[in-house]
């Protein structure tokens, strides 16, 4: 039985309604890491893996929500919306800001699962807290536009879930487009798609299925790092109000007023910013030799400069330096565990596959997990 088909089953058998239903996905980006949060550039897509959810009014002011994979079931209040642990803060978390921007909400049932791997770094929260927020507007008819639900999600995701996360997740999930990257200035939020045209070539995921716990407090530091660097850049350039106005000259003549480690992570934010534009450019004129090399540079900046790889990440990039049919490869999100992106040729992803999956058990002991993904829609209103 396909996931939604599930979804209907179960919530129909569990709550004896009919749901109304939506769709949202996961992301990829393909360049522009550590840059949202700088009001930089990045380069995500939404890919074709899932979360289904099923939600239908139940008139009361409880609500009660199930989670498919984790088979759980969590109910709670709309008066008493406190963050808690786990899955449910992503559902509340939105469920708060709709409230507070406003919006009248009544109780709700909602069943959820998907086919997104939690803790991979595809925001598999991102794609839960679009869903619930498109399907509450629907729900309760509040004609939320999409731009203010992706504010919404990650407002939800800072106060419920304490990840103090940039914009991009959830703007990609929910205005993507099939076969479409999205070119997103996170400043202005103006953003243009373009078409993904690899011909013989395609994107793999590489999953480490690792996840450091390093990575939220690290998050959080590297945050902290950018803004006192643009701090010092400001006392000389006052005009400056983010990482995306300083320019490499700028922060080479304000590099004596700060710590060696803060100017590193600056300069890193400023050339991946370069590298978002200049890989538009090259896919604009179908050089993927050129996108290949800018993934590796990404990867090169995020290990050695603004150090969020891991020597697992590390491991599965340098081992592809050396294939001819991959023309690039780098980690891919927030670091510290997650997938990597490769970009290669087609025809010699079994082969690869095989191999990596085998040098990478050799090496760590453990069973890495591939994805070819396509680029898909954003969230969206389904039907059976
Ligand atoms: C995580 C965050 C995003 C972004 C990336 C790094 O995925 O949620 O906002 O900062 O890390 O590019």
Redesign the pocket.
């Known amino acids: 039985m396909s996931l939604i088909n599930q979804i209907h089953t179960v919530f129909t058998k569990k709550f004896g309604s009919q749901p109304l239903l939506v769709r949202s996905p996961g992301r990829i ?1 393909l360049i ?6 700088n009001e930089g550039f ?1 380069l995500p897509a939404a890919i074709d893996k899932y979360i289904y959810l099923g939600f239908a009014k139940n008139a009361t002011g409880t609500c009660r929500v199930y989670s498919l994979d984790f088979e759980e079931e969590e109910t709670f209040s709309l008066n008493e919306l406190k963050p808690r642990r786990g899955w449910i803060n992503f559902v509340m978390g939105v469920a708060a800001q709709l409230l507070q921007a406003g919006h009248k909400l009544e109780g709700f049932d909602c069943v959820f699962g998907g086919d997104i791997p939690i803790g991979a ?1 595809l ?1 598999s929260s991102a794609a839960l807290e679009n869903g619930v927020g498109l399907g509450l507007s629907e729900l309760f008819e509040l004609h939320i536009e999409k731009s203010d639900l992706v504010r919404y999600s990650q407002q939800a995701e800072h106060a419920f879930a304490g ?1 103090n ?5 959830m703007f990609a999930s929910m205005m993507g487009k099939k076969d479409q990257v999205i070119r997103l200035d996170c400043r202005s939020l103006e953003h243009f798609y373009f078409p993904l045209e690899l011909g013989d070539f395609q994107l793999l995921l590489c999953n480490t299925k690792v996840a450091h716990t390093l990575a939220e407090s690290a ?1 959080n530091k590297r945050r902290e790092e950018c803004q006192e660097g643009v701090n010092r850049v400001k006392q000389q350039f006052p005009e400056v109000n983010s990482l995306r106005d300083v320019t490499p000259q700028m922060l080479e003549k304000a590099k004596g007023e700060m710590a060696p480690l803060v100017y590193q992570r600056c300069a890193y934010v400023i050339w991946e910013n370069e590298r978002v534009i200049t890989t538009s450019n090259a896919l604009a004129h179908d050089d993927l030799e050129a996108v290949g090399h800018l993934l590796y540079g990404s990867h090169k900046g995020l290990s050695e400069a603004y150090e969020v790889s891991c020597p697992e990440l590390d491991f599965l990039v340098d081992y592809t330096r050396n294939l001819s049919y991959v023309l690039g490869a780098r980690m891919m ?2 670091g510290f565990g997650g997938c990597t992106l490769n970009l290669l040729k087609k025809s010699a992803t079994k082969e690869f596959i095989a191999s990596i999956t085998g040098a990478y058990l050799e090496k760590f002991g453990l069973q890495l997990e591939t994805y070819e993904v396509n680029v898909a829609e954003g969230t969206e209103i389904v039907e059976l």
């Not at 522009?32 to 949060?37: K, L």
């Not at 996360?165 to 997740?169: E, N, R, S, T």
């Open positions: 980006n522009g890491e550590h840059t949202d949060y990045v770094g925001s990840v996360c940039g914009i991009m997740d998050y999100g927030g």
